[in-house]
């Protein structure tokens, strides 16, 4: 192919803004986009070299993946195995599993696959997962096992290309956006939804638009496109739902680029600029180092967020390997000159055979516990320092079962304590208050299911399940008189916005009833409001009443492994890190305030604004309150909350009286 300098430069344009969104640059809240340019630009260069082999008769499965192999695999060798030996030295035992896992996938192509395994209710913080960028790697790998052969047979029997690709074209766009509204997990890390991108690229390469004529037509469409995918980075932002409609303005902005540019036009002379061409030459080590380098200061550091400087050393750190990997490692490798195919195997095998046998070490060592000291060790241990009735009693069961019953010994149940994980993570708080009014109860929880009666959350591949679960609870209630009164706990601000923050709005949920079925914003919010007023006033005519038990604060970071990191690593804790007042927090409050204020038999119990005085802590006597980002301990629960939640309910019974 003919060199064309413009695409280097749109490469840079596509791995900058990752890199510094990565980094924690708020401005560059589109960052992300960078992925899907690539997708298009990688698309459209592999199938101008695929369909020109073919039409000249020269193309050969080997040859093209000889070329695959030399692009992608050396580099990632050495990163994989550079990863691996910084989690060994910087990271927990649990880093070390995750890497030593991931790792093992990344070699083979399939790391999308298992970080899309790894998503869900409970998954490890993505912060800290090393090697969680190659998922894009196994994207692309995967396409082009596909493409060649497809390609292949549609010239072998005499298809018209174009028409295919016209055609196919707009199917995958629909499959990605049916993923995205339904199975966003899918959607973000698997193939059928990123596919439409990587064919954009096929469709200019078989030239499905054919080319016009006129310079300066070409030359606005390829000034649009540069706008577009500029703009891009600053209009898209983490809480909007993606890969989607949004995906269009980056991927069809790339796509107008490579379509119009030239090399006369004002698009292609900035993109050919020097400095945008060598970052575009490196770009993929450059992808390649930075988020290894990010999370490797994370860790280090024990900074979840990196502060201004520490992420400056960290882009300048990636852009010093990126050039020095490019040099040493892309440019050898790749040259069939330089260096032959078998010595590419080997090489790359080597890397590859010495990253595995250090996997296995850490997978088959658990991690190497034996690293840590005893203060690291003691942070941890908040990690598993989980309520037993949580896990044990999760999902229906008869209310008589003794085994999930709490509070005064001996006692008929006469509560109940409904919710998802957050209700049974706060369960010792209320048997505090049980044992001293000697009364007794028993735990109601599934995981990712508020108790929001008349609601479903989509996408959500629990909602059947939660929706049963809630059915069956007020059947269970219904037929047990002696149930005097209903808590109800929850996530509530993840529940009322839809976005659980270590997971942005790609996950993004929606509530949906019989009346309102549209996924968006504003009729979530409708319906949760009408869902807890309706559940509110369902138990209160079984004759219970009803206490809302406000949502804990949220750390953002993982509190016990985020102290457990700066102890291994000898660093200042983040104990002084403390969690302050939000809109979200002050606007829930409004809404659960407003709806048990006109009844005597439901009340409303703000927790963040009890436990924090004036600011939120996460130890208390250097010990971690949270057993995760957003989950108390059973200690924190019982010893911490309980007294507060003690006060708040009599408190609230003495309003009734």
């Known amino acids: 192919m003919k060199y064309r300098p413009e695409i280097d430069g749109l490469r840079s344009l596509a791995v900058i803004p990752v890199v510094l969104f990565h980094a924690g640059l708020d401005v560059f809240s589109g960052g992300f986009i960078g992925v899907d340019i690539f997708f298009v630009i990688s698309g459209y260069l592999i199938a ?24 992608i ?59 969680l960028h190659t998922w894009s790697l196994g994207v ?15 010239y072998k029997f005499r298809l018209r290309l174009i028409p295919v690709i016209a055609v196919g074209l707009p199917i995958l766009f629909l499959i990605s956006l049916w993923l995205s509204q339904n199975k966003p997990s ?83 002379s900035i993109l050919s600029l020097p400095p945008l061409r060598f970052v575009g030459l490196i770009s993929y080590s450059l992808y390649l180092w930075h988020w290894p380098v990010f999370v490797g200061l994370r860790m280090y550091t024990a900074e979840p967020h990196l502060s201004p400087l ?56 658990s991690g190497l516990p034996s690293r840590l000291s005893e203060n690291t060790q003691q942070f941890l241990s908040a990690t598993q320092d989980i309520d037993p009735l949580r896990e044990h009693c ?77 059915k069956a609870v007020y059947k269970a209630i219904e037929a047990t008189p002696s149930i005097k009164t209903v808590f109800i706990a929850g996530r509530w601000e993840q529940a009322y916005t839809g976005i659980a923050p270590e997971i942005g709005g790609s996950f993004r949920t929606y509530w949906i009833d019989n009346t309102h079925s549209e996924h968006t914003p504003d009729v979530s919010i409708r319906v949760f409001e009408n869902a807890l007023e309706r559940t509110s006033r369902t138990f209160e005519k079984l004759g219970a009443e009803v206490i809302f038990v406000g949502a804990v604060p949220e750390t953002g970071f993982d509190v016990p492994r985020v102290l457990a990191l700066a102890s291994h690593n000898q660093h200042s804790s983040q104990a002084d890190i403390v969690i302050r007042d939000s809109e979200i927090k002050s606007t829930l409050d409004s809404v659960f305030q407003r709806i048990t204020e006109t009844s005597m038999n439901s009340h409303y119990i703000s927790i963040w604004r009890n ?47």
């Open 394 to 470: 999760e999902g229906i069961h008869p209310l008589s079962q003794h085994a999930c019953q709490f509070g005064a010994p001996e006692t008929p149940i006469d509560f109940v304590l409904l919710g998802d994980s957050h209700a049974g993570a706060i369960r010792s708080a209320i048997e505090k208050w049980a044992i001293s009014s000697g009364r007794a109860g028993t735990l109601l929880w599934l995981r990712g299911c508020p108790m929001l009666l008349g609601a479903t959350k989509v996408p959500d591949f629990r909602s059947v399940e939660c929706t049963e679960f809630k």
């Open 48 to 71: 101008k070299i695929i369909i020109s082999e073919i039409e000249n008769s020269s193309f050969t499965y080997l040859g093209f993946y000889e070329r695959r192999i030399r692009r």
């Open 310 to 365: 520490i992420a400056s050393i960290g882009i300048t750190i990636s852009f010093i390997l990126a050039v020095l990997t490019w040099h040493y490692v892309e440019k050898p490798f790749r040259s069939i000159s330089r260096m032959s195919f078998r010595r590419v195997l080997v090489g790359t095998s080597s890397i590859g055979a010495v990253s595995i046998l250090v996997a296995i070490i850490g997978i088959s060592g």
């Open 186 to 268: 899918v959607a973000f890390y698997l193939l059928p939804a990123r596919a439409w991108e990587l064919s954009i690229g096929v469709a200019l390469a078989c030239g499905v638009i054919p080319k016009s004529g006129s310079t300066k037509f070409n030359e606005l469409i390829a000034i649009t496109g540069l706008f577009m995918v500029i703009s891009s980075v600053f209009l898209i932002n983490k809480q909007m739902q993606f890969p989607g409609w949004v995906a269009l303005l980056p991927c069809v902005g790339a796509a107008a680029i490579i379509y119009a540019s030239n090399n006369t036009g004002l698009a292609s």
């Open 140 to 154: 692309e790998e995967q396409f082009y096992l596909l493409l060649p052969p497809i390609i292949f047979l549609i």
């Open 73 to 131: 695999f050396p580099a990632l060798a050495v990163v994989t195995l550079v990863c691996l030996l910084a989690t060994f030295s910087f990271g927990l035992p649990e880093h070390v599993i995750q890497t030593s896992n991931s790792g093992l996938f990344a070699l083979i192509g399939l790391s999308n696959f298992y970080f899309w395994s790894q998503s869900g209710y409970f998954s490890p913080a993505s912060e800290y997962q090393i090697l």
């Open 611 to 657: 436990f924090c005085d004036p600011n939120c802590v996460i130890t208390r006597n250097g010990i971690p309150l949270y057993s995760d980002d957003d989950h108390l301990t059973l200690t924190a629960a019982r010893d911490f909350l309980g007294p507060i939640l003690t006060q708040e309910i009599v408190r609230s019974a003495r309003r009734v009286h």
